[in-house]
């Protein structure tokens, strides 16, 4: 079964919208984290906003916050204000247990087009 | 702070032949991922590397190898190239121990060698 669950391929939003990018997860460990990337057409995976499971609030880095329902085992990524170089594939992943020793897991993406 | 560096950019090699890609991490962090990106299987982990030491592995077959240096510099080795190979490789760092920062909190990926195998 995937862990990690991208059920958008490809989305459009206009400049200055806001967007939300679906992930769901799964994991029976209870020390989990969730990244979400963005990756441009150069190839470099960018990092954006990381969620600890125990974190009791929705992580929030500048336009990005991240929308976390740990019952529904959900890790929406939401864009404020969409600008043109949000263009881009953007990946969840997570990396199971406290450890730090685990890889991560990554989502199929999701397409992301800013129309102007 | 300077970031993950990855040489060579790009690399063009002949079916059969082997390769080695390079992967410098933030200065101060001592572990090291690799992962390979096609467009068929999407983001795949190789194995990871903390303190010279490979500590994780994912399912890849033995034409797969890597090292760490001393200095946390870390190469992965693809012998006996195949056209299948052809991917984006990308390398992630992290402190990789507990103590300060978590550990979990962490994953800074360079820009990647895009390996075309012909």
């Known amino acids: 079964a995937q862990k990690i669950t991208q059920t958008q391929p490809g989305m459009f939003v206009q400049e200055k919208e806001a967007v939300t990018l679906d992930c769901t997860y799964d994991t029976s460990d209870q020390s989990y984290g969730l990244f979400w990337y963005k990756q441009p057409s150069s190839g470099e995976m960018i990092f954006l906003i990381y969620?600890?499971?125990?974190?009791?609030q929705n992580a929030t880095e500048g336009r990005y916050s991240l929308n976390f329902q740990k019952a529904r085992k959900s890790a929406n990524l939401v864009i404020s204000a969409s600008q043109l170089g949000d263009s881009a594939m953007y990946f969840c992943?997570?990396?199971?247990?406290?450890?730090?020793?685990?890889?991560?897991?990554f989502g199929s993406g999701t397409r992301l087009q800013v129309q102007p | 702070k300077a970031g993950v560096t990855q040489t060579p950019r790009y690399l063009i090699k002949t079916r059969g032949q082997q390769v080695t890609l390079s992967c410098s991490p933030i200065s101060g962090h001592r572990s090291v991922s690799w992962y390979q990106q096609t467009p068929g299987q999407g983001l795949q982990f190789l194995f990871e590397?903390?303190?010279?030491?490979?500590?994780n592995k994912g399912n890849f077959p033995g034409r797969f190898s890597g090292r760490q240096f001393s200095n946390s510099r870390s190469e992965m080795n693809v012998s006996t190239l195949e056209l299948g190979d052809s991917a984006l490789y990308l390398c992630a760092s992290s402190s990789g121990q507990r103590g300060g920062r978590d550990p979990n909190t962490e994953a800074f990926f360079g820009q990647g060698t895009r390996l075309t195998v012909v």
């Open positions: 969620q600890g499971s125990y974190d009791e």
């Open positions: 992943a997570m990396r199971e247990g406290g450890t730090g020793r685990r890889a991560l897991t």
């Open positions: 590397y903390f303190s010279e030491t490979q500590r």
